[in-house]
């Protein structure tokens, strides 16, 4: 049973809103979704800290990882022999490679043409080309989604997002505990990879200094490629994680994409170690808001803690102040 309230009160002096379990709740609860915010965040940390591209796409790419978890799972019945605990973990990380795949394309035939070593000395390219071209692709993303998938909110059904593991008083939702568990993992195989490999470092090489890569032999565009898919597939399986434990539809991107870009700023542009961090900040602030504000007010919270941060240190919380300038 639940202690009573005059037991577990947070301080002996005027009445606080909600308890200590309350508050361990909330907390276990951010620190699960915030890791979910985190790898999201670090796939839109590579693409911006290797291309410098503010993408405005990113959170309908989530969506595709999203229904590319969901069709795998249940729509077209391929991981059914998986299971239906296993089958939607695998259907997140298969998500990955598929949005891979059409993040490749859309660099191949669209971004690059505005991005890149030579895109500064072409007419409409540059940043406001960069920010019609991906805001472009998120209208289309949104649109073409909603003619294919319909607007009625799915999601992906699994038996641990109906089951909790108990804690003492605490309830850890198994969808979101499995979540973080895959999310934390894959976020420290992206940072050995970025920091360990060939390619890794020629991404790294491309965003410190196209110019002095392209001496080196390094093919700056191929780079940026790798960096856009890769981002963008990362964000994918982040999107099917989420679509375990909450219902989704075509125009959920661009509730996310606002997170993500928090996030990022939040642990300093450039640093995707910084990314995740700021990622899990942003979980955490948005579950323990609901102690005391409205559910519809969670994203006010955010950006006033946002506001306050970048207030005290501008270069975010892993940031230097040489990579905002």
């Known amino acids: 049973m639940r202690p009573g309230p005059d037991a577990t009160r947070l301080t002996a002096g005027p009445a606080m809103p909600f308890t200590m379990v309350d508050f361990l709740q909330a907390l276990a609860a951010g620190i699960l979704v915030g890791s979910a915010y985190a790898l999201m965040c670090v796939g839109l940390g590579i693409i911006f800290g290797a ?26 019945g391929v991981l059914v022999f998986l299971g239906p605990y296993a089958g939607p973990i695998v259907a997140a990380f ?6 891979f795949a ?24 540059g940043a ?43 309830l850890l939702n198994q969808a979101r505990s499995v979540s973080f568990l895959v999310a934390v993992s894959l976020a420290a195989g992206v940072y050995l990879f970025l920091s360990h490999t060939r390619v890794g470092k020629a991404l790294r090489a491309a965003a410190d200094n196209p110019q002095a890569a392209i001496y080196m ?51 300093g542009l450039g640093s995707n170690f910084g990314a995740f961090w700021g990622g899990l900040v942003i979980g955490i602030v948005q579950q323990m808001s609901t102690l005391i504000l409205p559910y519809q007010l969670q994203n006010t919270a955010i950006f006033v803690v946002f506001l306050l941060i970048i207030f ?9 102040l040489s990579e905002r300038t």
């Open 128 to 170: 406001y080309g960069q920010i019609l071209v991906t805001l472009g692709l998120s209208l289309i993303l949104t649109n073409g989604g909603l003619i294919l998938f319909g607007s009625t909110p799915v999601g992906v059904r699994t038996p641990l997002s109906r089951q909790s593991w108990e804690i003492g008083d605490v």
């Open 94 to 99: 298969l998500a990955g490679p598929i949005v």
């Open 217 to 267: 032999g390094i093919d700056v565009d191929r780079a940026h490629r790798i960096a856009w898919s890769l981002g963008v597939g990362i964000t994918a399986i982040a999107g099917g994680l989420v679509a375990t434990f909450q219902t989704f539809q075509p125009y959920v991107g661009f509730e996310f994409v606002i997170v993500m870009y928090a996030g990022v700023v939040l642990g």
């Open 102 to 125: 059409v993040g490749w394309l859309t660099h191949r035939f669209i971004v690059s043409r505005v991005t890149g070593a030579g895109a500064a000395q072409i007419e409409g390219a």
């Open 51 to 76: 291309m410098r591209v503010i993408n405005f796409a990113q959170g309908d790419f989530l969506m595709l990882g999203m229904y590319a978890a969901f069709y795998l799972t249940t729509g077209f």
């Open 312 to 320: 005290l240190r501008p270069q975010g919380m892993f940031g230097r």
